[in-house]
């Protein structure tokens, strides 16, 4: 498994920005896709984005398009989630996440992803 270590999390007001990054460690960064999730109280995981190794394809959740940016810096085992124009519903804890793959596509589904950061809290106020 990959060690990873999000950093950038903190309070914003309601159309602010936030830039999360993720430091990994331990394993061949550019043999995982690697993802960004979040968990509000009382709430289920959500995945939120999606990129490939090679940075060249991504996937987002419908309520983040436009707004949210994923991206990887290979050469420095790190991959960075952009987040404009927050809202309130985007408080949570945001998880970055890696997922083993043979293949150059982005991962959505949450049992794939076999490494988890311990979380950096978003908050959005209104």
């Known amino acids: 498994q990959v060690q990873l270590i999000e950093s950038g999390g903190g309070l914003v007001q309601a159309g602010g920005s936030l830039r999360l990054s993720c430091a990994a460690s331990g394993r061949t960064f550019s043999n995982y896709a690697m993802g960004w999730f979040r968990q509000a109280p009382g709430k289920e995981r959500e995945f939120v984005a999606g990129i490939s190794r090679i940075g060249d394809s991504t996937l987002y959740r419908d309520s983040v398009k436009g707004r949210f940016t994923i991206s990887r810096d290979n050469a420095k085992d790190t991959m960075y989630l952009q987040m404009n124009s927050l809202k309130p519903e985007d408080t949570a804890a945001y998880y970055c996440?890696?997922?083993?793959?043979?293949?150059?596509?982005?991962?959505?589904?949450?049992?794939?992803?076999?490494?988890w950061g311990q979380g950096t809290q978003v908050t959005v106020s209104s």
């Open positions: 996440a890696a997922a083993p793959s043979t293949i150059n596509v982005p991962e959505i589904r949450r049992s794939r992803y076999n490494s």
